[in-house]
C-alpha cells in the first residue's frame, strides 16, 4: 500500500538547523533581559568609582539651621542627599552644592538633626559619558 520511499517529515539537517537557530534567539532575548539587571561600571581616578566612596572622610553638624559640611578627603564630591527618617516615613531633600578636597560649605536645612547624608559622585561611563554614582549605604554618615 504505501511506498516505503514515501515517508514525509523534516530532514534531519533541517531540524539541527531550527534547533540551533532557536536556542540563539533564546540566548539573545535571555541577555537583553539580563543586561538591565547590571550596572555600567564607572570609572573615578582610574578605578572602580566604588572605590573613591571607600576614601570620602567627611564632617557633618547642624547648628542653629545650617549644616556644616566639610570634606577631608582627596575625593571631590558632586552634591549630597539629605534623607531624613521619622515614624516610619522617609524624605529625601538633595543638596547640589559640590564640595572639592579640603573645602567646607554651610547650608541652610530644616529638621537635619538625625539625619542621613549620602555623597554623590560624579564618575565616566566605559563610553566616557559623565555620571552621577550615589554610594551605597554603608558610606552614609550621621548628622549630629
Known sequence: MFAKDSKKGLSPIITTILLVLLAVVLAAIIF???RGFVKEGLVK?????????????????????SLLITNRADVPIYKFKLVSSSAGSSSAQEIAQAINPGESKTISVTGASGSKLIPILL?????????????PKKYWFSIN
Open 32 to 34: 537583553l533581559w539580563a
Open 45 to 65: 581616578f582610574g578605578e572602580p568609582i566604588e572605590r573613591a566612596c571607600d576614601k570620602i572622610k567627611i564632617e557633618a553638624a547642624i547648628n542653629s539651621g
Open 123 to 135: 564618575g565616566n561611563s566605559k563610553n566616557n559619558e559623565i555620571q552621577e554614582y550615589e554610594c
